[in-house]
C-alpha cells in the first residue's frame, strides 16, 4: 500500500485491523503466520497515521483467495487493489457464467465463478439509485435474457434495498446503508430466457456494508457507584465502567477507549485515582483516603472510540462516586478522665452515672458502636455498662443491690471499645480509660429476724406464762441509733405473748397439741419488728412451735348404741378404741367391765382381740329384751395411763334364724305394749293433722292482710279515735270502760271484716287505720310514717291542748312531765324505753346532776 502525504511520507506509520496481517514501513503487506482462509474474499483496512500530527487515513484492502492450480498445485498469489482500483472493479461487468471451448471443438461445460464480495459503505450520501455492480452472461449474445435477484433486500424485507435492470444485469442500491442496522446480505442472481427457461444456475451474491464511525460510544450505566476503604494501598482495584460502541469492534471505529477526565474534590490529591483504558477498571493511584476528611468522590470519566483518539474519535462521558468506606481507624475516647454518680443502698437497675465518649468513626456502625467494661473496683459485680444504641452514652447501672454498711463508696476503672476490631496498625488511645466513682448513700433498712422460721420443741400443756424463746430481730443500720419493738402479726389460737422490747415469747394459754390450730404437732406464729427510723421499716419472722404430746386424753369407745340378740352365740358387738393422743400415749388398750354393779359382769362379758378393738357379748343363755346400759372400762399405754369408762347402749331384742333383730322383737326391746305403740300413732296422726289446718289458716290470713284494705270505721276504733260519751264526769273513774283493751289488740278481729267506706279519693296520704292484730309495733310505724308524709299534720314541736278529763285516770296525768319538775321525780325507767326515747332520757334521766 503506498501512501502520500503532502508533508511528506517521514514517519507515517501502518496499522491493520487484523491481527493475521502486518504492513512494514515501505507499505509492505504480508500474513503473519500460515493462514487457512475459509472464504473466497478477505476485506481488510489499512490506517496510515502520522504521530507528530496524530492524522489517520484509512484504506479498504480487498484479498481475492484463489483455488490451488490442478497443475502446479501452488496457491496463486493474491491481488492488491487500491480504493481506486476497487471502484473500477466495481463497475466492471462480472461474467458469473463463463464458457469455455475445447481443442476438438466441441464446447466443454465448466463450473461457475465464485463471484467475491461487494462492499457498500454506510451511509453513502448518493445519489441513488447508486450502481453497485453489472452481470451478465455470455449467453446473451445468443438469446435474449432477462436478470433478477432474490433475497432479503430484494424480495423479502427489507424489500427493494436492492434492484437489478433485467435487461442489462445492473444491480443497484436504492438508499443509503446502515451497518448497525444489518451488516450483509446474501442475495442470489438469476438468468432465464424469454419464456422463463433457466440459462444460468442461480449464482450468489454477498453484499456487506463497510462500516463508518457514525455512533458514538454509550455508557451502560449514566452514575455507576463504588467504594474503597479508607487508608487503600495505591493499586487497590474500586470499580468497572463500561461503555458499548454500536460500530464494529474489530475496526477502530468500535474501539473504545477510557479516561478520567475530573476528579472531585481533589483532595488530598488531584490524581487519588486512574482507569485502565482498555477494560475501564477504576483503582487507586494514590495514598491518603480518609473517611473523615473526604467521605466521597465523584469522578467523570469519558469513553472515546477510534482508539482513544481524540481528534477524530467520538467521545461520552459518565459519572462514577465512589464512597470511601469506613474503617475502624479511630479509636474511642472519653471526653473526661473522671466521671461520678450516686445510688442507694439495696436499689437495683438504677443507672448511677452516663459515660460519654467520642469516635471519628461512621456513627452507628461497629466502628463506632462503643462497649464498655469495667476491669477493677467491683470485685463482687454490682455494676453493670449498657450502651445506649442512640447516642453511644455507657450508662452504669447497679445490678447487684449494694450495702452502705459494708461500702460506702466504690472507685472504678472502666475501658471502652469499638464493637469492631481496630484497623491493622491502630493502637488504643490512653483516653479510652476513665475512673468512675460512686457514693453509696444510706437509706433505713427493715429489722430482720437471722433465724426466720425458728423452730422450737416442748411438751403441750406447759401451763400459763411460760417463758418459750426470746425472738429477736437485727436491725442492718448499724450507723444509726434505732429501737425495735416487737408486736404479734398472726396468733391464731391467741396462745402467745411477746414482749415489745426484747422479743421474749411467753405463752397466754395452755398449749394444746389436739387443737385444731395445730397441722402436724406445728403451730405457727408471725411476729412483726419494727425500727423507729424516718420513715419507719419493719420486718416479719415466723416462730413454730413443735409440740410434743403428752398423755392428756383418756380413751373413747365406739359404737356408743349396738343391739344384741337375746340368746348368745348368734353375734358379738365389736368394740373400737380411739385416744386423740399419738404414739405412745394410745394404744394397746385395755377392755374391763366394772365390778359394780355386780349385774354387769354377770351378764356380759368382754374380749380382747388386739391392741384396739374387743368383743363384747353375753354370758348367760337368756337376757330379757330391753335396752341395757353397759359400762366398760377402757385404759391406754401412756405414762402415766389413763382410763375411761363409756357407757354402751345395747338393746337386746329377739332374732330370727339370721341373727338378725326383727321388727316385733325391736319394739318389744324399747319395753312398749301393742297399745301404747297405737296410742302413740294416733297422736302423732292427730298432731300433724293440727299442724297442717293451722298452716292453711295461717296462710288464708296473711293472703286476706294484702288483698284488703285495712280500713274500719273510725267509731270502732277504740284505740284512735275519742270516745264519745252521753255525758261529761268525773273522767275514767265513773266510767266502766275496760282499759285492758288496750293491751290486747287481738279482740279487734272482728273489725277486719268491716268493709271499707267508699267516698272520694283523699287529698292526701290516708294513714293506715289498724295494724294487723297483735302486731302494735308495726302498727305505730306505720302511723308514723303517715304523719311524716301528712302535710296538713301539725309539726312535732307546735303547742298541743289536751282537754282536761277529770282525776283518777289509771293511766296518770301528762302534766307530771312539764318542765317545771321539783327533781324528786325518778326518770331512770326512760333509759329502758329503746332510741326513741333517748332525748328523754338525756333530758332527765340525769338527776340532780344534770
Known amino acids: 500500500v503506498k501512501f502520500n502525504n503532502c508533508a511528506g511520507n ?21 500474513a503473519a503466520h500460515q493462514l487457512q ?29 484463489a483455488e ?9 498469489k493474491g491481488r492488491k487493489i487500491v480504493p481506486g482500483e476497487l471502484a473500477q472493479q466495481q463497475s466492471d461487468t462480472l461474467l458469473p457464467w463463463r464458457q469455455h471451448q475445447s481443442a476438438n471443438g466441441l464446447r466443454r461445460q465448466k463450473r461457475d465463478w465464485v463471484i467475491p464480495p461487494i462492499n457498500v459503505p454506510e451511509n453513502s450520501r448518493g445519489p441513488f439509485p447508486q450502481q453497485l455492480v453489472r452481470i451478465r452472461s455470455d449467453k446473451d449474445k445468443e438469446i435474449h435474457i432477462r436478470y433478477s435477484i432474490t433475497g ?33 446480505y446474501h442475495l442470489r442472481a438469476h438468468a432465464v430466457d424469454m419464456n422463463g427457461n433457466k ?62 477526565v475530573t476528579q472531585t474534590p481533589q483532595s488530598p490529591s488531584q490524581n487519588m485515582f486512574t482507569i485502565n483504558s482498555e477494560t ?48 475502624n481507624d479511630n479509636p474511642p475516647e472519653f471526653t473526661t478522665s473522671t466521671y461520678s454518680g450516686e445510688v442507694p443502698e439495696n436499689r437495683v437497675e438504677v443507672v448511677v452515672a452516663n459515660l460519654t465518649v467520642m469516635d471519628r468513626d461512621q456513627p452507628h456502625s461497629p466502628n463506632w458502636n462503643a462497649i464498655y467494661r469495667i476491669i477493677s473496683g467491683d470485685p463482687s459485680g454490682h455494676f453493670t455498662i449498657r450502651t445506649d444504641p442512640v447516642t453511644n452514652e455507657g450508662m452504669v447501672t447497679v445490678v447487684k443491690a449494694v450495702d452502705y454498711e459494708m461500702n460506702r463508696a466504690f472507685m472504678l476503672t472502666v475501658m471502652v471499645s469499638n464493637q469492631a476490631p481496630l484497623a491493622s496498625g491502630i493502637q488504643m488511645s490512653f483516653q479510652s480509660t476513665a475512673g468512675v466513682t460512686i457514693s453509696v448513700t444510706d437509706v433505713n433498712e427493715a429489722p430482720y429476724f ?23 430481730a437485727v436491725d442492718p443500720d448499724r450507723f444509726m441509733q434505732q429501737a425495735v419493738r416487737y408486736s404479734k402479726l398472726s396468733d391464731p389460737a391467741n396462745w402467745l405473748n411477746i414482749n415489745a422490747t426484747n422479743g421474749q415469747i411467753t405463752t397466754a394459754a395452755v398449749l394444746d397439741r389436739e387443737s385444731d390450730y395445730i397441722k402436724n404437732n406445728v403451730y405457727e406464729a408471725t411476729f412483726l419488728a419494727a425500727d423507729n427510723g424516718i420513715p419507719p421499716a419493719s420486718g416479719t419472722g415466723t416462730l413454730q412451735i413443735y409440740l410434743i404430746d403428752i398423755n392428756d386424753n383418756a380413751p373413747e369407745l365406739l359404737p356408743k348404741e349396738a343391739q344384741i340378740c337375746e340368746k348368745p352365740n348368734l353375734n358379738v358387738i365389736n368394740i373400737t378404741a380411739a385416744d386423740a393422743d399419738i404414739d405412745p400415749n394410745v394404744g394397746p388398750f385395755v377392755f374391763e367391765l366394772p365390778s359394780v354393779p355386780s349385774a354387769v359382769r354377770k351378764n356380759w362379758t368382754i374380749t380382747r382381740l388386739n391392741g384396739d378393738y374387743a368383743q363384747l357379748s353375753l354370758r348367760i343363755m337368756y337376757l330379757e329384751a330391753g335396752v341395757y346400759d353397759v359400762p366398760i372400762i377402757v385404759t391406754d399405754s401412756g405414762n402415766p395411763p389413763l382410763y375411761n369408762t363409756c357407757v354402751i347402749k345395747v338393746k337386746v331384742c329377739p332374732c330370727d334364724e339370721n341373727g338378725d333383730c326383727t321388727t316385733i322383737g325391736a319394739v318389744a326391746a324399747a319395753g312398749l305394749g301393742t297399745g301404747a305403740i297405737i296410742a302413740i300413732l294416733i297422736c302423732i296422726i292427730i298432731l300433724l293433722t293440727m299442724v297442717l289446718l293451722f298452716v292453711v289458716w295461717m296462710k288464708r290470713r296473711e293472703k286476706e292482710r294484702h288483698t284488703k284494705q285495712l280500713l274500719i270505721d273510725p267509731e270502732d276504733d277504740v284505740r284512735d279515735n275519742i270516745l264519745k260519751y252521753d255525758e261529761e264526769g268525773g273522767g275514767e273513774e265513773d266510767q266502766d270502760y275496760d282499759l285492758s283493751q288496750l293491751q290486747q289488740p287481738e279482740t279487734m278481729d272482728h273489725v277486719l271484716n268491716k268493709e271499707s267506706p267508699i267516698g272520694a279519693d283523699p287529698q292526701y296520704p290516708i294513714r293506715p287505720v289498724i295494724p294487723h292484730p297483735g302486731d302494735i309495733g308495726d302498727f305505730i310505724n306505720e302511723g308514723l310514717r303517715a304523719a311524716d308524709n301528712d302535710p296538713t299534720a301539725p309539726p312535732y314541736d307546735s303547742l298541743l291542748v289536751f282537754d282536761y278529763e277529770g282525776s283518777g285516770s289509771t293511766a296518770g296525768s301528762v302534766s307530771s312531765l312539764n318542765s317545771s319538775s321539783s327533781g324528786d321525780q325518778d326518770y331512770d325507767y326512760l333509759n329502758d324505753w329503746g332510741p326513741r326515747f333517748k332525748k328523754l332520757a338525756d333530758m332527765y334521766g340525769g338527776g340532780e346532776e344534770d
Open 280 to 327: 475501564g477498571d477504576i483503582v487507586t493511584v494514590a495514598a491518603g483516603l480518609d473517611r473523615e476528611k473526604v467521605q466521597q468522590y465523584i469522578v467523570i470519566v469519558q469513553a472515546t472510540d477510534m482508539e482513544g483518539n481524540l481528534n477524530y474519535g467520538l467521545s461520552n462521558t459518565a459519572t462514577a462516586i465512589i464512597t470511601v468506606t469506613d474503617v
Open 37 to 65: 482462509m475459509p472464504s473466497k474474499q478477505l476485506i481488510l483496512m489499512v490506517t496510515a497515521w502520522d504521530p507528530q500530527t496524530l492524522g489517520r487515513w484509512e484504506a479498504i484492502v480487498r484479498f481475492l483467495v
Open 152 to 184: 432479503v433486500g430484494a424480495d423479502q424485507p427489507p424489500m427493494e434495498v436492492f434492484s437489478i435492470d433485467p435487461v442489462s444485469g445492473r444491480m443497484y442500491v436504492t438508499r443509503p446503508m446502515d451497518r448497525e442496522e444489518r451488516a450483509s
Open 68 to 76: 490451488k492450480s490442478p497443475h502446479n498445485g501452488h496457491k496463486p
Open 450 to 472: 437471722p433465724t426466720n422460721h425458728k423452730l422450737i420443741r416442748l411438751e403441750e400443756g406447759v401451763p400459763t406464762g411460760t417463758v418459750l424463746t426470746t425472738f429477736s
Open 10 to 30: 517521514k514517519g507515517v506509520r501502518y496499522e491493520t485491523n487484523s491481527l493475521d496481517f502486518k504492513v512494514r514501513a515501505d507499505g509492505t503487506m504480508y
Open 199 to 260: 440459462v444460468e444456475n442461480p449464482i450468489d451474491l454477498y453484499i456487506y456494508v463497510i462500516d463508518m464511525n457514525d455512533n458514538r460510544p454509550e455508557f451502560i450505566n449514566q452514575v455507576y457507584n463504588g467504594s474503597v476503604d479508607e487508608g487503600s494501598k495505591p493499586g487497590t482495584y474500586v470499580m468497572t465502567v463500561t461503555a458499548n460502541d454500536a460500530d464494529d469492534s474489530t475496526t477502530a471505529n468500535g474501539m473504545v477507549r477510557y479516561r478520567i
